[in-house]
């Protein structure tokens, strides 16, 4: 099961996935990321990922194709961090970069 939430702030809308990132909550997540970028109206958005307790290999792509578009990411799990290292070894950003 995934528990997907929006956090608005006056600078900030945060996308909280909570859960296992598995099919066929993978398309659930790519469209939860199109309505929540949209329309920020100023504001960044993150994904915060340290809830997650699964992750498929379907889900670190939709996590990937994330990174590569330059997304910002909240992690401060062991297993959330540990998985968002290795992606964003593979798009070349540094670790830091991936994970607030």
């Not at 809308?13 to 309505?35: M, T």
Request: charge should be positive; proline fraction near 1%; charged fraction near 30%.
């Amino acid at each position: 099961m995934l528990k997907i939430s929006i956090i608005e702030r006056c600078n900030q809308r945060r996308l909280v996935l909570e859960g296992k990132l598995v099919a066929p909550w993978v398309a659930e997540v790519r469209d939860a990321y199109e309505r929540a970028n949209a329309d920020l109206q100023g504001r960044e958005l993150v994904i915060d990922v340290q809830c997650l307790t699964a992750i498929s290999q379907e889900g670190e792509n939709v996590l990937l194709k994330l990174l590569k578009d330059s997304v910002k990411f909240r992690c401060h799990g062991v297993f959330a961090k540990q998985v968002m290292n290795q992606l964003a070894r593979r798009t070349g950003r540094k670790g830091g970069e991936a994970a607030e």
